[in-house]
């Protein structure tokens, strides 16, 4: 028997490939030379310390790599790239501006490196050399636009005709007939990526949420995103800075890696603290718990006469979860007119970020994590106040490498690290379902009743507008008071930035949420 087909979301994930190994070591060789405090010039020998061959490994052409690798090389500084074509040295003067401890990234953050795409196909039908020219060809009866003959022994399918139906493809007896799509367009649920005049794949800004996902499924690592690195490595030279670390951090960094050998290595690159995000997301599960509450409780679901809670608005249909930013923006581009319904709450990042600007008002706040959408939702001027900049976990790693710190040889602690006590429900968060289910039992826990809440939830943005679909059309029976949204494949743990398989982190995330003090969240007095 075959093996069961993988959606573009699992082909790639959790294999170290070569696209990897560039994508971590350009980050690396750029800590590096941070690290050894390097002249601004040193820039331009990175590419060749990633392609160290004169002869050409992955590409036609050894200066094709190169000038790859030039281009991340400038977004790995959190520069622009250079226009497509342009010629000129990487250290085109500003990258002084860039060797700071201060916010030099700007809009977009997931960017397309033309020179590495290779303007693959777009969504189609064809015949491979698997055809054997049955006499049957049942492949031409079933074609509703005769777009498929037979020509010089073989299927032929007319591309100017076919309508992508795949009824070929269905009733070939061989199998013979294959479906082809760009990786990178069928990872994004928002239709945001798009062709250019030449062919080469643009993304389209004002669809464009920022999940991050083409970028892990481009099989030529010819989209990449922004980085923070650089400004970080400044920032932590200053001795103020302190990490926000989200959930599904947990296994990130293999398997003999313990939560508290993490926080050790943290420190040890020049953090003064570190608070788990999970504090913030119990934060969002009491403001979205009382939202929930107070909507059961206008269509007589509930009595909450003798409950403590704050005035809510009440003018929403049901409970929209606020903690991915990809799926909020998702919602509120494509469905304007029920972004009403997403909740007021800040984000986990935020709440978590505010604690910590409230302890050291002049440091500065870096959340680590899995999400790439997280740059993006620091453009907004209520976050900026609170979090000063982002890193991903690849990016973590790559500190690590270029400060010499290993966490594997790191003895682990058993004395806390982390300046925080979440609970069990809000280290759940990174795992798809994790929210709503932590709503859903605090809300219970708050009501001192087994009251029924219709839920709904969805991973992947397609899902998610799916859901939203079905919602404004009336097709969820009962109607569903909470929603649950993820940008990202099984949750945050299939984020762009994340290192561990999915599989994995799903086991390690229950094990540390189970390690928790306590079930729910309290409120602070």
């Not at 990487?90 to 990258?95: A, V």
């Not at 409970?319 to 800040?346: Q, R």
Request: contains cysteine; proline residues 7%.
């Amino acid at each position: 028997m075959p093996l069961p087909r993988l959606d573009i979301f699992e082909k790639m994930r959790g294999i170290y490939t070569p696209v990897t190994d560039i994508r971590r070591k350009v980050l690396a060789e750029v800590a590096r030379m941070i690290a050894q405090e390097k002249p601004p010039e040193y820039i331009e020998t990175i590419p060749y310390k990633i392609i160290t061959k004169d002869t050409p490994t992955y590409r036609d052409c050894v200066f094709r790599e190169r000038a790859i690798v030039r281009e991340r090389v400038r977004l790995a500084f959190g520069m622009d790239l250079k226009a497509f074509g342009a010629h000129g040295p990487i250290d085109d003067k500003n990258i002084v501006n860039a060797m700071k401890p201060e916010k030099v990234i700007q809009k977009p953050i997931v960017n397309v490196i033309k020179i590495g795409c290779e303007r693959c196909p777009t969504e189609s039908y064809i015949v491979s050399d698997v055809c054997k020219a049955c006499i049957a060809h049942p492949c031409t009866s079933v074609c509703p636009v005769n777009a498929v003959s037979m020509k010089e022994d073989t299927s032929h399918i007319d591309q100017e005709k076919c309508i992508r139906c795949g009824r070929c493809a269905q009733v070939c007896p061989y199998n013979a007939i294959a479906y082809r799509e760009r990786p990178c367009a069928a990872a994004c649920g928002v239709d945001a990526i798009e062709s250019d005049e030449q062919g080469f794949a643009q993304i389209n800004y004002d669809k464009c949420v920022t999940c991050g996902l083409c970028i892990v499924s481009c099989p030529f690592a010819a989209i990449a995103e922004k980085s923070e690195i650089v400004q970080i490595m400044y920032a932590l030279k200053e001795g103020n800075t302190h990490a926000i670390i989200a959930p599904s951090f947990v296994s990130q960094f293999g398997p003999l890696v313990k939560p508290e050998m993490i926080y050790e290595a943290i420190h040890q690159i020049g953090f003064k603290s570190i608070c788990e995000v999970a504090y913030g997301a119990d934060k969002s599960i009491l403001s979205e718990s009382e939202e929930l509450l107070h909507l059961m409780a206008k269509k007589d679901e509930v009595d909450i006469e003798d409950i403590d809670l704050e005035e809510k608005d009440t003018q929403r249909e049901f409970v929209g979860t606020s903690c991915c930013p990809s799926w909020v923006l998702a919602a509120k581009k494509n469905f304007p007119e029920m972004s009403h319904n997403i909740s007021e709450s800040y984000t986990p990042m935020v709440e978590t970020a505010k604690r910590i600007k409230k302890k050291h008002p002049d440091g500065n706040v870096v959340m680590i994590g899995p999400c790439i959408a997280k740059k993006m939702e620091c453009f907004h001027p209520e976050v900026q106040k609170f979090v000063d900049f982002i890193m991903t976990f690849e990016e973590l790693a790559a500190l690590f490498v270029g400060l010499g710190v290993d966490p594997t040889e790191i003895e682990p602690d058993t004395e806390s690290k982390t300046d925080d006590m979440p609970s069990k429900l809000g280290r759940g968060f990174p795992v798809a379902g994790g929210v709503r289910q932590a709503i859903q039992e605090n809300l219970k826990n708050m009501a001192e009743d087994e009251i029924e809440i219709p839920t709904e939830s969805a991973d992947t943005l397609e899902d998610c507008m799916d859901l939203l679909k079905k919602f404004k059309r009336g097709r969820l029976n009962p109607k569903p008071y909470l929603v649950e949204g993820m940008a990202c494949p099984n949750g945050c743990i299939g984020g762009p930035g994340t290192l561990a398989p999915i599989n994995r982190a799903k086991r390690e995330v229950k094990k540390y949420k189970d390690k928790a003090l306590k079930k729910f969240p309290k409120k602070e007095e």
